[in-house]
T-cell receptor, first 115, second 115 residues
């Protein structure tokens, strides 16, 4: 079984400042890692994903994340945020299992960018 | 492609009534997921189908909930009878390949209010 912990429920930050949204996971098997973003009144959409290879993954809208196997983390970063980045961000872990696979989402981190 | 299409977008119903939520996945996608999102519990996987077959329904809260996928282009989630605690946003998502390393594409959700 796998689990995901997003360490911050809310992150307020000023426009043009850097931001890091933290995600830790646990799993007894190899996993694939995802970050999704949810804008108000919309569904989730993919920001980026780690499947294998380079541990630094770049996504849309200037976001990137680094997979750290020893620390079981997959933190999301952006060097300079915009007002339009205000949204809720979900870390997700997916792993194969008996008969299929399972994707578990974290509780979400609400990013609030202030002018 | 129009993306994952859910209907209705909003549903208000009285306790005890039957509610049916509908989903049309992206053409060519062979996995379909139903999620429920609430403030208290976050994003929960209710059930997922692979090639129209239910693979994991362990997240379905109780017998009042049922889901069907009669063909590759349509799925329903039914609640009968509905209760106020069922109030939530219900998301349908689809993915291609039926593997843990593929991203999910979400619909815009159905906001259900049971009064």
């Amino acid at each position: 079984a796998q689990s995901v912990t997003q360490l911050d429920s809310q992150v307020p930050v000023f426009e043009e400042a850097p931001v890091e949204l933290r995600c830790n996971y646990s799993s007894s098997v190899s996993v694939y890692l995802f970050w999704y973003v949810q804008y108000p009144n919309q569904g989730l959409q993919l920001l980026l994903k780690y499947l294998s290879g380079s541990t630094l993954v770049k996504g849309i809208n200037g976001f990137e994340a680094e997979f750290n196997k020893s620390q079981t983390s997959f933190h999301l970063r952006k060097p300079s945020v915009h007002i339009s980045d205000t949204a809720e961000y979900f870390c997700a872990v997916s792993a194969s299992g008996t008969g299929g696979f399972k994707t578990i989402f974290g509780a979400g981190t609400r990013l609030f960018v202030k002018a | 492609d129009a993306g994952v299409i859910q209907s209705p977008r909003h549903e208000v119903t009285e306790m005890g009534q039957e509610v049916t939520l509908r989903c049309k996945p992206i053409s060519g996608h062979n996995s379909l997921f139903w999620y429920r999102q609430t403030m208290m519990r976050g994003l929960e996987l209710l059930i997922y189908f692979n090639n129209n077959v239910p693979i994991d329904d362990s997240g379905m809260p109780e017998d009042r909930f049922s889901a069907k996928m009669p063909n590759a282009s349509f799925s329903t989630l039914k609640i009968q009878p509905s209760e106020p605690r069922d109030s939530a946003v219900y998301f349908c998502a689809s993915s291609k390949g039926g593997q843990a390393n593929t991203e999910a594409f979400f619909g815009q959700g159905t906001r259900l209010t049971v009064v």
